[in-house]
């Protein structure tokens, strides 16, 4: 072969051998590139995630304490409301509490709204309304000793605070008879205090 056909076959060799390097230079830039990006987008992800924890755990953090703080706000509410509805009721009491100066104390209350009165031939209880009584003991004068009988020892009294009353000893009751409060036994219906003259 002669230098002629040498030097153009080393020629094409080597014009077919430099694309064929770059080309092979190529692909690893390219397998290279890749390997790198993927690297780049694990590590965005991983950022990503992190960053979102990160938030997710502070807006959980700031939540609760926005729970926190709107429990103790409507606990606290709610602790006045129940203060100011107890002195109310205090204050409504006190107002309409047996006065023993005051003839019309029971107006307005709601246990004698059926009350239009003295009725011959009956009593009045609040809450319960009138009721018959025998002649001999209708205008009878109770007196601490006596007996209350039994027909009329179930008109009990609803609120002994309201006529300023203590509550009653274990085994007595406050009964009304007739315009008076008397504390009798239970079981025997003995009068052991007589509070005359209520309304």
Request: net charge positive; no cysteine; glycine share 6%.
């Amino acid at each position: 072969m002669n230098r002629f056909a040498k030097a153009a076959v080393l020629g094409l060799v080597m014009a077919t051998a430099a694309p064929l390097a770059a080309e092979a230079q190529n692909r690893g830039d390219r397998r290279e590139n890749r390997r790198d990006y993927r690297e780049d987008r694990r590590d965005d992800r991983r950022e990503f995630r992190q960053e979102r924890r990160d938030d997710r755990r502070d807006w959980r953090q700031g939540d609760y304490d926005n729970r926190r703080d709107y429990r103790q706000d409507r606990h606290e509410d709610r602790r006045d409301f129940r203060e100011e509805r107890r002195d109310d009721r205090r204050d409504f009491r006190r107002d309409q509490r047996w006065d023993r100066n005051d003839r019309d104390w029971w107006r307005d209350r709601n246990d004698f709204r059926d009350y239009r009165g003295a009725r011959s031939g009956y009593w009045y209880a609040p809450s319960y309304g009138y009721y018959r009584v025998e002649p001999r003991y209708y205008g009878q004068r109770w007196q601490r000793g006596h007996y209350l009988p039994s027909a009329y020892r179930s008109y009990y009294v609803r609120d002994p605070y309201a006529y300023n009353l203590r509550p009653a000893p274990r085994g007595y009751r406050y009964v009304h008879a007739g315009n008076d409060i008397v504390m009798i036994a239970i079981a025997t219906g003995l009068i052991a205090s007589v509070l005359s003259g209520v309304y």
